[in-house]
């Protein structure tokens, strides 16, 4: 097993109470209360249609009626002076496909910074392309990429204004699996050397046991909201796998004698 070191939480990057969000006719996250703490990476995992999607929409500050509590990097989730503070990767690669990877990042670059210097975006450009492994493909046309790389230069895009809080939906899917080592090695780096603050969904539950922190979550609910060893421990487990399924069925069971299936505890 991968661990981790932690580093201690102070004031947390994100923190809800009671967060709820309503989409459509549906409660799609119900009455949450999590934080992320600053400098590590946290892993989102549940299965599909769980509510990941949803609660990083929300953490962007991107999502409908969103209510309860919400700050994010001290300010509430969606202030205008969050905007160059956090990078946001969707599911769907936002890339122009006429463009090279390179004419996409430092158009960019010339959004993010506008009025800058243009060899300043240049080194930019030319760090970001490095980070997510692209240099080879950097003057080919976005549109003529695989949808690994085409990904890659979403990351990278998010990566350009050196943002705090890194928020990827999935950001590994479909990729091989020594490009996914690349990239947590990637996320880990951020975290340790830039003190950049992740938050990464999956459902791929071996990918959680690359994260510091986990938020394990389940029909718009957080099961978990521990450490990869804690949960182990605590429920007997070998694997994170197995402590999620632990979970689901003690859930489950409360359910079913008509107690709360809420079983979140945490060690922080
Ligand atoms: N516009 C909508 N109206 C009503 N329900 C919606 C709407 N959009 C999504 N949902 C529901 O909200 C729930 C959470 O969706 P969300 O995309 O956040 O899940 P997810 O865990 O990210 O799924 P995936 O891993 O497949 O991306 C799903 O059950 C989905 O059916």
Not at 49 to 75: N, P
Not at 118 to 124: C, N, V
Not at 154 to 171: H, K, R
Request: charged share 25%; aromatic share 4%.
């Amino acid at each position: 097993m991968m661990n981790y070191s932690s580093r201690p939480p102070e004031d947390p990057a994100v923190r809800a109470q009671d967060l709820t969000v309503v989409r459509g006719a549906r409660t799609v996250l119900r009455g949450l209360d999590f934080t992320v703490p600053r400098g590590q990476v946290t892993g989102l995992l549940g299965p599909s249609g769980c509510g990941k999607s949803t609660l990083m929409r929300a953490v962007v500050g991107t999502q409908a009626k969103v209510t309860g509590a919400l700050d994010v990097l001290g300010r509430p989730a969606g202030h205008p002076a969050l905007r160059t503070r956090i990078g946001y990767v969707t599911q769907a690669p936002s890339v122009y496909d006429d463009l090279t990877v390179r004419q996409n990042l430092d158009y960019f670059a010339a959004i993010l910074r506008p009025g800058s210097a243009s060899a300043d975006r240049r080194q930019d450009v030319e760090r970001v392309l490095t980070d997510v492994d692209l240099t080879p493909h950097a003057d080919a046309l976005a549109g003529a990429l695989s949808g690994g790389q085409r990904s890659r230069v979403s990351l990278a895009v998010a990566l350009l204004g050196t943002p705090e809080l890194l928020v990827l939906d999935e950001p590994t899917v479909g990729l091989d699996p020594v490009l996914r080592r690349d990239l947590w090695r990637l996320f880990h780096t951020l975290a340790a050397e830039r003190g950049a603050t992740l938050l990464i969904s999956s459902h791929v539950m071996d990918e959680a046991e690359r994260c510091h922190r986990l938020l394990l979550m389940r029909a718009g609910e957080i099961l978990a909201d521990d450490t990869p060893d804690a949960l182990r421990t605590r429920t007997g487990s070998e694997t994170v796998e197995a402590a999620f399924l632990h979970l689901v069925d003690a859930a489950n069971a409360a359910g079913s004698t008509g107690r709360t299936g809420r079983t979140k505890e945490t060690t922080r």
